[in-house]
């Protein structure tokens, strides 16, 4: 099981970035996939979370109207759209799958990827 991140970089105040989530190693359309952030000294939080057939997101209300949580179950690929952002969205971002089944909970994590605004 994999999920490779990619997308994070510096971008000034106002600006846009796009993050993208590749899955491999399990049915990815069977799976809820959400964003999470850490930024250093706070605790990991929920960004965006989208169900498996991408009929229902919801987001932190630091984020919505911002940020938009979309994925491609044909590429395996769960994607983060942030616009107008704001120093404090400067964090590590992880996405993560997650499937509940009446016998065990599958719960899977990426390594992350940084995202810096700052001018």
């Known amino acids: 099981v994999q999920l490779v991140e990619s997308g994070g970089g510096l971008v000034q105040p106002g600006g846009s970035l796009r993050l993208s989530c590749a899955a491999s190693?399990?049915?990815?359309?069977?799976?809820?996939m959400s964003w999470y952030r850490q930024a250093p000294g706070k605790e990991r939080e929920l960004v965006a979370a989208?169900?498996?057939?991408?009929?229902?997101?919801n987001y932190a209300n630091s984020v919505k109207g911002r940020f938009t949580i979309s994925r491609d179950n044909a590429k395996n690929t769960v994607y983060l759209q942030m616009n107008s952002l704001k120093p404090e969205d400067t964090a590590l971002y992880y996405c993560r799958a997650m499937r509940l089944s009446i016998f065990k909970k599958f719960d899977y994590w990426g390594q992350g990827t940084q995202v810096t605004v700052s001018s």
């Open positions: 190693g399990f049915t990815f359309s069977s799976y809820d």
């Open positions: 989208i169900t498996s057939a991408g009929g229902s997101t």
